[in-house]
């Protein structure tokens, strides 16, 4: 099965169908193709109806040999058009700038009728996530304030408490009432978001897999085995300073970890967390940490309630309080049973994860070590260059904490590997350092 669904993916050669064709599958796990003409065959039959034959005569364009777009994503159960889904190709533009109003809406439900039996209920059209909010402050959630609703309920597109500012946190009310979509990649792992809210990168897919074990750098990611950790993995901990909806969190336990403690500002980013740990059948356990750094109750009480099924932890606030906090915990379960000690900090913050790299640096195992994995967009003619910066910067954090901890012993970092993960823009490449952090030597 796997070979034919390569070979299958090889032959696709249409850029708007997923790259992985297991993304398309079925509740008995096996994969659903999908039709690479659907798209098309929907616009045609609008343009098939009176109104669209009408214009078409009118600007003199035969339907034949009209070139149309063919991109298109399918996130169950919305289909999501590229931004220039309407205005590319030329011919393409000029008819659909001369629709009404009504005809859009007639045509939006052309092709959600074409993609029904993939599912899809809901139409939006995708935009680049912007730098900054609509109050111009940086738009640290990044929230995708600029996807458009063409089809479906999108429950009032924006939910009205929350209109106007990407940093108001939902209420659970708001949680509630949204629309939530889902896919499924890297052998059966569940995603789960609101797209009004939170972004979702496809281009993320090649690291979570080399986390996983698998795919062309399967062997580069080093500390998830016993040889390499010089433990089982099953015992070790694992931190994600910017845990999202869980892009990295899900590898990192299908991989086998005890635990992840994740961070995450976003509300919206935490709930599609705790809905794919739902939907995988891990146990989540999310805690609010305030502005302050307070949390709506005590460490004491949160590790007595842990069961060892709650493979998650996410705190729903600044990572400013992670060293702390997580070192609260470690006292707390440390008098109760073992401590899962912390190998792995994943610090995927774009363009940079800087602010996090002292924290990262405070959480991880002093005893033993282990790896940070610092996320970054560098220009492509500084990748070296840039990975002896972080191994410096880090070297010098980590003795820092040898130092207010009165460990004796001086600390190295190095990069073991630079992963390239995908083209951010021209000339910028995103990039994850692996550092190995010795143990005190």
């Not at 708007?16 to 690479?36: I, M, T, V």
Request: charged share 25%; aromatic share 8%; with cysteine.
């Amino acid at each position: 099965m796997e070979d034919a669904l390569e070979k299958k993916s090889k032959k696709m050669k249409d850029r708007g169908l997923h790259k992985n064709l297991k993304e398309y599958s079925q509740r008995n796990g096996r994969p659903r193709p999908p039709n690479s003409h659907a798209l098309q065959a929907g616009i045609k039959a609008f343009l098939e109806s009176p109104a669209g034959h009408s214009l078409l005569t009118e600007k003199g364009i035969d339907l034949e040999s009209l070139e149309l777009p063919k991109r298109f994503t399918i996130y169950e159960p919305l289909l999501l058009l590229p931004a220039n889904a309407f205005t590319a190709p030329p011919a393409w533009r000029v008819i659909y700038a001369a629709l009404t109003a009504e005809q859009q809406e007639d045509l939006y439900a052309s092709i959600a009728r074409s993609f029904r039996r993939l599912g899809v209920t809901h139409v939006a059209m995708n935009a680049p996530i912007a730098l900054n909010n609509v109050k111009g402050a940086e738009n640290r959630m990044r929230s995708p304030a600029g996807l458009v609703p063409l089809y479906g309920d999108f429950k009032n597109s924006r939910l009205d408490s929350l209109s106007g500012d990407e940093n108001a946190q939902p209420s659970a009310e708001d949680l509630e009432a949204a629309f939530w979509v889902q896919t499924v990649q890297n052998n059966g792992i569940k995603q789960t978001w609101a797209p009004l809210y939170t972004m979702f990168s496809r281009g993320n897919i090649t690291e979570k897999a080399r986390i996983l074990g698998k795919g062309s750098s399967a062997n580069t990611f080093e500390g998830l085995d016993a040889a390499s950790l010089g433990q089982n993995v099953a015992d070790i901990s694992v931190v994600d300073m910017y845990a999202g909806i869980g892009y990295f969190v899900f590898s990192y336990l299908k991989r086998g970890v005890k635990r992840v403690w994740g961070w995450e500002l976003n509300g919206w980013s935490v709930e599609g967390l705790r809905r794919g740990c739902i939907a995988n059948k891990w146990g989540c356990r999310v805690v609010r940490v305030h502005e302050d750094g307070h949390m709506d109750f005590s460490i004491s009480a949160l590790v007595a309630s842990l069961a060892d099924s709650d493979r998650v932890v996410v705190f729903h606030g600044d990572n400013t309080f992670a060293s702390e906090i997580l070192a609260e915990v470690q006292r707390a379960i440390s008098e109760r049973e073992k401590w899962s000690p912390i190998r792995h900090v994943n610090l995927g913050l774009l363009p940079s994860s800087s602010q996090s790299w002292d924290k990262a640096c405070r959480v991880l195992d002093f005893q033993q070590g282990g790896w940070l994995h610092v996320h970054e967009n560098v220009d492509v003619r500084r990748i070296e260059e840039k990975k002896e910066e972080i191994a410096r910067e880090l070297t010098a954090l980590r003795v820092r904490v040898y130092e207010e901890h009165g460990i004796s012993g001086a600390s190295i970092v190095e990069c073991h590997h630079v992963e390239h993960v995908k083209t951010y823009a021209p000339g910028v490449m995103h990039c994850v350092f692996d550092m190995r952090v010795s143990a005190p030597i």
